[in-house]
């Protein structure tokens, strides 16, 4: 695809050889002269003019002098320009013959499912899915149209997926919540009969489990995006657009408002609220019943403001120095007192 062609595509202007040719994208060092890259910010500026990429897609401070892309959104617009260069492997639509489908579910037009996939009594898969290698389907599963699970996810019963939702391998929706009471010296199982819903385009990593609800539902709203190896406990109700990282845990009940930034390996007590555009940054150790104010951005265990918790660290950074100080201290006054002796 020529430069001038993709710039065209994206609703960008171009500078330099629109005719060259480009045929595939790689990151800035890597880049060839057929390759595409992009420059996300004027800190990578310098690293950029070096790189031998027969195309960048750039800021509009970025400098003059060699083909690029000028866009608002550099890396949104590198993402479009993937999906235009690599398109993704074709639909395949039929199921395979070691597939076992119960004759009470429902499969609707061009829905592709591979090999040894099983789906439960009740359920129905809609239109264009992708069903891949190994899935597990339970009984009265809904899935909505375009949505993709890649190989091996296992959906418990009575679980509603929305449209365009993406489960990577190894995700397990609908497993039951960690409930159980103490009775005497033994603890007995609390039932955990509720529901998951999962919104449209949703997206959850390798490895992440959502729970479903002791009674009620566990809730992921639209557009939010979980990376690998993320916990929701039962009764969770994650908002609209709000992005986790990996290894992130949510204890039972935890209600996340729409737009929140969660970090890598953060651990949400019972019942916390996180409000909308709150961030919560890597590590962050939230507490039982914790309310994280709209807009506030956490940092620490415990979690506290980042002013606060900078603070602490520029504090804690004193401490050698405070010792000394301390210890010369001691010595200045012991001196005195054997002079008073």
């Known amino acids: 695809m020529r430069v001038r062609e993709l710039a065209e595509w994206l609703g960008a202007t171009f500078e ?13 060092e890597n880049a060839g002269a057929h390759d595409l890259s992009f420059v996300s910010s004027m800190k990578a500026a310098a690293q950029a003019q070096a790189s031998a990429a027969g195309c960048l897609i ?15 959104a550099p ?13 993704p492997v074709p639909h395949q639509p039929g199921i395979h013959p070691t597939a076992a489908i119960s004759a009470q579910a429902e499969i609707g037009q061009g ?13 129905r898969i809609e239109s264009n899915c992708r069903i891949g290698a190994g899935c597990a389907i339970g009984r009265r599963v809904q899935i909505g149209n375009n949505s993709i699970l890649h190989a091996r996810v296992t959906i418990y019963d009575d679980v509603d997926i929305g449209s365009h939702v993406v489960l990577h391998s190894g995700c397990v929706i609908g497993a039951d919540g960690f409930g159980f009471v103490l009775d005497g010296e033994r603890y007995e199982k609390f039932p955990q009969i509720g529901r998951v819903e999962i919104g449209d385009f949703v997206e959850i990593g390798a490895n992440s489990c959502v729970d479903r609800a002791a009674l009620g539902s ?10 690998n190896m993320v916990h929701v406990g039962h009764n969770c109700h994650i908002g609209r657009h709000v992005v986790v990282a990996a290894q992130t ?23 916390a609220r996180i409000e909308s555009h709150a961030v919560l940054g890597s590590g962050c150790g939230i507490l039982t019943s914790k309310i994280v104010h709209a807009g506030q951005v956490m940092w620490g265990t415990p979690a506290r403001p980042l002013k606060q918790h900078l603070e602490q660290l520029a504090n804690l950074a004193r401490l050698p120095n405070l010792r000394d100080d301390v210890a010369d201290l001691k010595r200045r006054l012991n001196e005195i007192e054997k002079a008073k002796t």
């Open 16 to 28: 330099g050889d629109g005719e060259r040719e480009i045929s595939g994208v790689k990151s800035v």
């Open 111 to 123: 829905v592709e499912i591979g090999p040894h996939v099983s789906v439960g009594d009740g359920s």
């Open 249 to 271: 845990g949510f204890s039972g009940g935890v209600v996340v408002e729409d737009y929140a930034v969660i970090g890598g390996q953060v651990g949400i007590g019972d019942k």
């Open 218 to 227: 566990t809730n992921i709203g639209e557009g939010t995006k979980l990376d």
């Open 75 to 87: 890396r949104t617009a590198f993402a479009r320009a993937v999906s235009r260069l690599i398109p």
């Open 58 to 72: 750039v800021p509009a401070e970025f400098p003059g002098g060699r083909t690029v892309i000028r866009a608002s």
